[in-house]
T-cell receptor, first 110, second 119 residues
Framework: AQSVTQLGSHVSVSEGALVLLRCNYS??????LFWYVQYPNQGLQLLLK??????LVKGINGFEAEFKKSETSFHLTKPSAHMSDAAEYFC????????FGKGTKLSVKP | DVKVTQSSRYLVKRTGEKVFLECVQD?????MFWYRQDPGLGLRLIYF???????EKGDIPEGYSVSREKKERFSLILESASTNQTSMYLC??????????????????FGPGTRLTVT
């Protein structure tokens, strides 16, 4: 069965530091993978998605993610954190429907 | 600009009340979804619909029902609200006619959520 595991329910970084949010997936077929972001008191919006084209996917707001089949990972990165990046981030795998990870809350310290 | 709207941002109901949560999308999407979001549990799918009057159970349908009489509107119904249904409810929509038979590359568009408190 397909599933997604996000390592770390809370991640805290300093402004300007590298952001790394981890996501590992389990899938019996080549997966389609998504990262969504949820800002406080808002719904989710798509950051980026992998649909088996380029393994390095660029998204909005300077985020990118790399699909690594050998590691079954799809980690989200941003070179330099900004205060406005504070939000909850969800990784998801598509099996038709989306299966979401439990989320990682990112805090950014000034 | 695509839009999914939910009828209420905050709702407080009493145990045993019948509760309706409404969702409307303006993108002519075939598919609509209801999720609940709880801290530490992520998003869990309650019900979804792939066409007018069609519905399918998700992972946690117990205690809920849905209605889709028009393509743009998808309602979630709590027949008799209970305190364990206190949660954030998110509606979403997507366009992909084949998503039920294969993985979908189409994104889901989410509404702002309804925070329901049952006392």
């Amino acid at each position: 069965a397909q599933s997604v595991t996000q390592l770390g329910s809370h991640v805290s970084v300093s402004e300007g530091a590298l952001v790394l949010l981890r996501c590992n997936y389990s899938s019996s077929v080549p997966p389609y993978l998504f990262w969504y972001v949820q800002y406080p008191n808002q719904g989710l919006q798509l950051l980026l998605k992998y649909t088996s084209a380029a393994t390095l996917v660029k998204g909005i707001n300077g985020f990118e993610a790399e699909f690594k089949k050998s590691e079954t990972s799809f980690h989200l990165t941003k070179p330099s954190a900004h205060m406005s990046d504070a939000a909850e981030y969800f990784c998801a795998v598509s099996v038709g429907n989306l299966i979401f990870g439990k989320g990682t809350k990112l805090s950014v310290k000034p | 600009d695509v839009k999914v709207t939910q009828s209420s941002r905050y709702l407080v109901k009493r145990t045993g009340e019948k509760v309706f949560l409404e969702c409307v999308q303006d993108m002519d999407h075939e598919n609509m979804f209801w999720y609940r979001q709880d801290p530490g549990l992520g998003l869990r799918l309650i019900y979804f619909s792939y066409d007018v009057k069609m519905k399918e159970k998700g992972d946690i349908p117990e205690g809920y029902s849905v209605s889709r009489e028009k393509k743009e509107r998808f309602s979630l119904i709590l027949e008799s609200a209970s305190t364990n249904q206190t949660s954030m409810y998110l509606c979403a929509s997507s366009t992909d006619r084949h998503f039920m038979t294969s993985r979908s590359s189409y994104e889901q568009y989410f509404g702002p959520g309804t925070r329901l408190t049952v006392t």
